[in-house]
């Protein structure tokens, strides 16, 4: 996984906010729940006091103690509930009831100590010695005879830490489930969000300089990516425009040259013929023709460019057998390399039928070994061969030349690109073959590969050995 990119770092950011307002709500939850505990057996035990006091201490002058010590063991049952319930006389401070130990051994009363009268109710922490905590609510009750009472109920607070226990323990359960929840759900959020962003750059690699009309897709959500899109678009079409701007120049320029240039060859023809002419003048002149006529060559050359990346020429399409195509064109070309004295090979492997334009094809063929043996030392040799691999069609043309530098590989292809210029001019080269190769390729989605020793033309064909086009 990319750690720095925006799927990661948003994902990141979302979960560890995610994490930080969970545990700042788990803690007010947390804190929150006690104060509600605590208030809440606080309001209980207070209402137990008054309930004890308005209901049976009030005439205990008359009822007597028995009477009183019956009735809250009868509806409080502090031994069975768990409860502290205490009554104490403040006149000799003797103690009228006296809840017995909780059958739970939740704590021992007797640990308890006495307590001051007081003129207002209160509520307290007792720390027993073992450890144990109870709340105590004190009441100061006056019976009916002007007697001054304590009362004093009380609870464990086991019943508080219980409840706080179990959401501690459902947050550590549910903590960790909720965050990598978000965490896969802020991923999955993140990867649908960035998605456009996928498919735009998916797009924007497959366009190229013979697509330009094609579009990246838009998405309408109205906000950043859609506008992103339509820039896009709108810079595509402003590009298309200019690309198709600069190719109509270039044609309607080699185009127009072409007539002036052939007036230029026919001039300098007839003043070749002249009688009179000096052999200093009759070598200029024909020194002036063969430039016009490579200027020509060139002009030529950039026309079918042209027309190749506007798709012009591409227009027959034949089912024919690409091998024997190719063993035809070495057959053909055989005088050129036998010039040089050197050995052209043909290394036929196996029929494979294409459907194409067998006059383009066949330029490849010729342009590349052409182009080998021109940077071939006699003596050298020319193989070529075609074979089947990985579902593509492979032309393959090696020679014992020259050879091309590793950092002009990317290059060789290029219009006008010479790894020496000197030696090309020399040659006859214009700096267009290899250029022209790579733009019957690119019509028929192929590739192009050059090394030291190898080109390749590569065109993808189906099982039925049918060419696959675009």
């Not at 205490?86 to 939740?106: L, Q």
């Not at 001051?116 to 609510?137: A, M, N, V, Y």
């Not at 003043?271 to 030529?300: C, F, N, Y």
């Not at 070309?333 to 294409?354: C, G, H, S, Y």
Request: proline share 4%; with cysteine; glycine share 6%.
């Amino acid at each position: 996984m990319n750690t720095r990119s925006i799927r990661f770092r948003l994902t990141v950011w979302y979960a560890g906010l995610l994490t930080a307002l969970l545990a700042l709500f788990g803690i007010f939850i947390y804190f929150t729940l006690d104060q509600f505990l605590e208030r809440s057996l606080s309001e209980t035990l207070a209402q137990d006091a008054r309930t004890i006091g308005q209901n049976w201490l009030f005439d205990v002058s008359q009822s007597g103690p028995g009477y009183v010590a019956a009735e809250i063991e009868e509806h409080f049952a502090p031994s069975i509930t768990g409860r502290f319930v205490r009554i104490t006389r403040v006149a000799d401070e003797s103690v009228i009831y006296h809840s017995a130990a909780p059958e739970s051994g939740a704590f021992d009363p007797s640990h308890i100590g006495p307590r001051r009268f007081e003129t207002s109710q209160s509520t307290r922490e007792e720390h027993l010695p073992d450890g144990k905590e109870l709340l105590i609510f004190s009441l100061p009750f006056t019976d009916r005879a002007g007697n001054r009472y304590l009362i004093e109920t009380g609870a464990p607070y086991d019943q508080v830490e219980r409840v706080l226990r179990g959401l501690l323990i459902s947050l550590g359960v549910a903590f960790p489930l909720i965050v990598g929840a978000a965490i896969v759900g802020g991923y999955l959020l993140m990867r649908n969000a960035l998605r456009p962003m996928d498919e735009i750059a998916t797009t924007a690699e497959r366009i190229t300089s013979r697509n330009l009309n094609e579009r990246v897709p838009v998405t309408p959500t109205g906000d950043e990516v859609e506008r992103l899109s339509v820039s896009l678009n709108r810079m595509m079409e402003r590009l298309e425009d200019a690309f198709h701007h600069i190719s109509r120049f270039s044609a309607d320029a080699a185009h127009e040259i072409r007539t002036p240039l052939a007036i230029i060859r026919g001039e300098l023809e007839n003043a070749l013929q002249a009688p009179a002419l000096t052999a200093e003048l009759r070598e200029t002149i024909g020194s002036a023709l063969e430039e016009a006529e490579r200027l020509s060559r060139i002009v030529e050359q950039l026309l079918e460019m042209s027309r190749l990346e506007a798709g012009e020429t591409l227009v027959e399409r034949t089912r024919f057998d690409f091998t024997e195509m190719t063993r035809t064109t070495v057959e053909q070309m055989r005088l050129l390399a036998e010039e040089k004295n050197l050995q052209l090979r043909f290394e036929r492997v196996q029929p494979v039928d294409i459907e194409g334009d067998p006059l383009r094809l066949k330029q490849i063929v010729v342009n590349l070994v052409d182009n080998a043996i021109k940077y071939t030392p006699a003596g050298g040799s020319v193989s070529v061969s075609t074979f089947p691999q990985d579902g593509r069609v492979v032309l393959e043309v090696a020679d014992t030349g020259i050879g091309i530098p590793k950092n002009a590989t990317s290059q060789i292809f290029d219009r006008f690109y010479r790894v020496d210029k000197a030696r090309s001019r020399q040659m006859g080269g214009t700096g267009l073959g290899l250029a022209i190769v790579k733009s019957i390729c690119t019509a028929y989605n192929g590739a192009m590969k050059g090394e030291a020793l190898f080109f390749a033309s590569s065109f993808r064909w189906r099982k039925n050995h049918e060419m696959d086009h675009a």
